[in-house]
């Protein structure tokens, strides 16, 4: 069993961490075997070609990140020899790194309280991304724990977004507002860190977000193969200290590289990212 | 690998065998170790132990049940043991009957089409409940599967479902009834079949889903452990040709028992499920 380094709230575990490292950047752990870098594409045994892989990027990039975030869909692809290949992951990352699980889950009662030991006890993860179309009871149990952290799905970076988190209310504000003052209820009922997921191509939704919530932390993706406008990202989503945005980037940094120096061109552009972020939280601060 | 024992569309496969077995019983399969029956409880490993009980649960009742629904988060919740156990499980219950795997998942882009290849694929995996909140786009590795099919979450049987699901809209309505629509337009746009989840707990949201969608198979949580009311939920929600309804009971089924009789305790209760349903719709008809 792994877990948090050392005790506190999430929050300031990870604003420990972005603080220490100059860094807002999250790098995304999806494994995909098709685009493995050429020279591991010789290892037969899928769960230890992800785990070659994903070792070689953690090595490269864990001094330079805030945070690391599998997603678990990449993983339970692969069935079983998926998941020991989270477990092995998991454990190779340095324990001062916080870790969340992209898992967008949310079931009822007994059921939520399993998930909540897979991911927190079982699997060790510090938070997780949660969907919150169940409502509060189905998150309970996450929200259940001082030392973790919850990612509540507010508006995801995909184009299709809007087919229920723009719909207007009785009120003419989206269904992603109503998330975001939901996250605040939550986060006062209960001891676990309450963040939201906000991706980087709505920067009014963020703004917005940001307006709702001035001191959460707020999960970035869409700034690398998805092509959103960083400025804009940070320029709306950056809270008042100049940080609390984790700002995630997966495929862009995992497939910067294809041959014998893949690992250091991820490393680069992990470096790459992190600057241009620090750049444009400068230029506000 | 396995999958469906025959082609053709997953709405025709489940009719023809709830016709076939008189049924709409669906028997959900979510072990908890810490609920084993006694004869059980010697086994140290989990994944032999969750084997065991599954295969006992399967072999009493798969000739009464219209389906089995296995929950991820109670085998998740044991990390690779529960994962491998879930995949034994699944090549254990009969090609004939047709399996959900109740994961209410959803992502973007390629990480739902790698859920997509993990749930029907490396799985073989009938069908699959969806959570509809990110939209559209995020669903459509699911719903490209012509020979498969998705439940989409409507509304759920826990009690604080209404945080969203139940928010009214500009035009009055709750975000419940917007879903069934769009499950319509899904529907429409995609070879899948298109479900729904609506708990046996909402007796009138589910007389609106049913009106919002008369064909469509509705998968129906919450009238075991949960008390929802049978005769109240199967007025609301049986279709014009008396079917359509895969009435679900999981911990009622799975802990009837808990000493040498346990599979049969298991039995009778799906036999007395099933036909306390068939009394109800025989008055229907």
């Known amino acids: 069993m792994v877990g948090p380094a050392f005790g506190g709230a999430f929050d300031e575990r990870l604003n420990d961490r972005m603080r ?54 990449f993983f339970l692809a692969h069935g079983t020899a998926g998941v020991r290949a989270l477990e092995r992951a998991r454990r190779l990352i ?16 007994s059921t939520a309280a399993a998930y909540a030991r897979g991911v927190f006890d079982a699997w060790g993860f510090d938070a997780v991304t949660l969907n919150p179309y169940l ?15 919850v990612f509540v799905l507010c508006k995801t970076s995909n184009p299709g977004s809007g087919d229920l988190q723009d719909v207007a209310l009785a009120d ?36 917005a977000a940001r307006a ?3 001191d959460r932390p707020i999960l970035l ?18 809270d008042r200290r100049g940080a609390g945005l984790v700002v995630t980037s997966s495929r862009a940094i995992l ?15 992990t470096e790459r990212l992190r600057d241009e972020v620090n750049r444009h939280r400068i230029r506000l601060a």
């Open 20 to 73: 220490q490292r100059d860094s807002l950047v999250c790098v995304g752990l999806d494994p995909d075997l098709a685009r493995l870098p050429d020279p591991l594409r010789g290892i037969d045994d899928p769960e230890d070609a992800i785990v070659a892989f994903l070792a070689g990027i953690v090595e490269a990039t864990a001094d330079l990140a805030c945070a690391f975030k599998p997603n678990l869909g």
């Open 94 to 109: 340095p324990s001062d790194v916080p870790v969340v699980l992209d898992a967008k889950i949310a079931d009822i009662g």
């Open 135 to 149: 409502g509060e009871d189905a998150l309970a149990p996450f929200l259940a724990r001082p030392d973790r952290g």
């Open 172 to 207: 003419g504000r989206p269904l992603s507002r109503r998330v975001a003052d939901l996250a605040n209820a939550w986060a006062a009922r209960h001891p676990a860190t309450v963040g939201l997921v906000v991706g980087a191509t709505w920067p009014g939704d963020l703004a």
């Open 212 to 214: 709702a919530c001035p």
């Open 221 to 238: 993706p869409g700034v690398g193969a998805q092509q959103g406008d960083l400025a804009a990202a940070l320029a709306a989503g950056i």
């Open 255 to 269: 497939y910067a590289g294809s041959g014998a120096d893949w690992a250091d061109r991820a490393r680069a552009e």
